[in-house]
């Protein structure tokens, strides 16, 4: 085969073999006497290995044969675990991580890869016996010898599929998240020969039903049927293939102006009052609604993409702090746009390297206060109508309020008689440009980034932030995002002469302000009146529209002069002049072919 026809196909699989890597890794160094992570790290670095062999990078390839003749010593019980074994093993993992971006770069042959073998090589040598002689092996744990229990399952590769051998073993890794993985036929060490065919079978001890077993080894590109127990095969719905990313955003873009030309149309025609005309619009406006839908499914992606990452994060972290910490991750199958996703991972690492530095405490403060020494964080994603909301949580010793008051009153950020500060307050201070209450700067903390980077964020995004905190009871951070930064349904509402739209995710409900006024009812409670333009609150007199904004459950009553109905908008980029109010979110192209500004409502309440 020419190699070079793979190189992207490579770089993917290999990437997420490393991740599955360090996942087991993680396992293994919580219970060295665990087989499973053993044998799934195993499979990875046996697959990675035969990859880079195929694509002739033979550097990439020692490193990986060396790796896995260390975890061959482990398996075969002439070498025991020890936590020196699993350092060397992130060791191992990360520079064969560094060694894939070198040579799909074309520099294999420069890659130095002696001393970190050398070290694989002495970890690979049994023990000295009192006598002299070598500790004798003892047979090899295999999955496929472990107990049995569990269901059957078989799966089938599409044929012709690229390094199958590497797609089969993702399978087999996902699996192995799922339950105990045994009696795998044909056995994986051949499946990197070209006498695999793509069609495998293992059985599964899982406590999740039949169904999401099938659909969560389905998800991977390349799989056409999963069998699950006795029954007929179950198909994998449709062929997958793969798509360059580039083609995803011109077709979302594209759609949006489809979008933008179809509300134009439906505009127009309403004034002809031809019979005909309504019904062909009527036709052309819901098929542009299902191209857009289906446009904008093939660009989301579950967040576990991004969640991954994490645990491995907070453990090097952690160790390097001298802590004991464990990350958990929910609702990774929650989906989001692929264009929020790829930009996710840093706003999430700031708000999980912060949970790790200043809100876990180290494991004899934990146990002076009454805790377990091992904090944990917790990642979890969950829909609330449309939108996805993130949430960082840990079980630390909260903000430090006083400290936050007194460094906010060094800046002059707050008066010098302020004694309290709310979490709405908290999270303001907190996310001032440069703020830090570290009096020394390390390679963790001191720098001054972080949540302000993280609200900045969000809210180019058009979603909002949250903060609670609690003395000793931990901190919890809020992030609300819309599905999708492409086309949002709005609210479309008139004030002074002006058109704005305001993300309908943002919109509790609709109601009627009494003007002149300062606060509003709102399901039996006052929130405060926001007004875009100053001065309009006098010049009306008795009631007036207003509509009721909900940011992550702090609300307000957005007065407006008239309600003009709602409408799918896409909303683009604008270079705003000096003096653009904070609260102006972007632009959008209206129906009858106007502008009008799009309402960030996070910046408003």
């Known amino acids: 085969m020419d190699p070079s026809k793979y190189t992207a196909l490579f770089v993917s699989e290999s990437r997420e073999h490393i991740q599955q890597c360090n996942t087991h890794l993680l396992a293994w160094e919580r219970d060295p006497a665990a087989t499973e992570p053993l044998q799934g790290l195993f499979r990875s670095v046996h697959t990675l290995k035969g990859m880079a062999a195929a694509m002739g990078f033979a550097r990439l390839a020692e490193l990986a044969h060396a790796f896995e003749h260390v975890l061959t010593a482990v398996r075969e019980s002439a070498v025991a675990p020890s936590a020196e074994l699993v350092a060397l093993g992130f060791d191992a993992v990360d520079r064969l991580e560094h060694g894939v971006a070198r040579a799909v770069a074309g520099e294999d042959a420069a890659l130095d890869v002696e001393p970190l073998r050398t070290r694989l090589t002495e970890a690979s040598r049994p023990p000295a016996t009192p006598r002299g002689r070598r500790a004798a092996r003892r047979p090899a744990p295999d999955a496929r010898s472990a107990p049995s229990g569990g269901v059957a399952v078989r799966v089938r590769l599409r044929p012709g599929t690229p390094l ?7 399978v087999l890794g996902r699996a192995e998240l799922l339950g105990q993985v045994s009696e795998v036929v044909p056995p994986a060490a051949s499946w990197m020969t070209d006498a695999f065919d793509g069609a495998f079978a293992f059985r599964l001890a899982a406590s999740v039903p039949p169904e999401e077993i099938r659909r969560r080894l389905s998800t991977l590109g390349d799989v056409v049927e999963v069998v699950v127990g006795g029954g007929a095969p179950m198909p994998v719905a449709g062929r997958q293939v793969r798509v360059e990313q580039g083609r995803l955003d011109t077709l979302v873009v594209l759609s949006g102006e489809l979008v933008i030309a179809r509300n134009r149309l439906a505009a127009v025609i309403e004034r002809r009052r031809d019979p005909e005309l309504d019904a062909a619009c009527e036709r052309t406006v819901r098929l542009v609604g299902e191209v857009q839908e289906q446009v904008l499914r093939t660009r989301m992606a579950p967040v576990g993409e991004v969640f991954e990452r994490f645990p491995r994060a907070v453990r090097d972290l952690a160790h390097q702090l001298g802590k004991q910490v464990r990350l958990e991750v929910e609702g990774g199958d929650i989906e989001l746009d692929r264009a929020i996703l790829d930009e996710l991972a840093d706003p999430l690492l700031h708000l999980v390297r912060n949970a790790v530095d200043h809100g876990i405490e180290g494991p ?34 909260g903000v430090d309020r006083p400290a936050v008051l007194d460094r906010a009153r060094e800046q002059g950020w707050m008066a010098a008689d ?31 980034v972080g949540i302000d980077a993280v609200v900045h964020w969000v809210r180019s995004m058009g979603g909002a932030t949250a903060l609670s905190s609690g ?32 993300p309908l995710g943002f919109v509790a409900e609709t109601t009627q302000i009494r003007a002149p006024g ?28 207003g509509v009721i904004l909900d940011v992550a459950g702090r609300h307000g009553a957005l007065a407006v002069d008239t309600l003009l109905g709602q409408e799918d908008i896409v909303v683009g980029p604008l270079m705003a002049p000096r003096g653009t109010p904070r609260w102006v979110n972007g632009a959008t192209i209206l129906a009858d072919g106007r502008a009008a500004l799009v309402v960030d409502p996070a910046a408003l309440v």
Request: proline share 7%.
């Open 471 to 502: 003395p000793g009871a931990g901190t919890t951070v809020s992030l609300r995002l819309p599905l999708t930064v492409t086309i949002v349904p709005a609210l479309l509402v008139g004030v002074a002469g002006q058109r704005y739209a305001i």
């Open 418 to 448: 302020a004694d309290a500060l709310p979490d709405e307050q908290l999270l303001t201070v907190l996310a001032r440009p440069g703020f830090s209450t570290a009096r020394a700067v390390t390679g963790v903390s001191g720098r001054g």
């Open 164 to 170: 199958a051998g590497a797609r089969a073993t993702l």
């Open 518 to 545: 300062t606060k509003a009812g709102f399901r039996g409670m006052e929130v405060p009146v926001i007004e875009l333009v100053a001065g309009t609150r006098s010049a009306t007199d008795g009631w007036r529209p």
């Open 364 to 397: 004899e403060e934990r146990e002076a206060a009454g805790k377990p020494p091992e904090g944990r964080i917790r990642l979890t994603a969950s829909r609330e109508r449309n939108a996805v909301v993130l949430d960082v949580t840990d079980d630390g010793r």
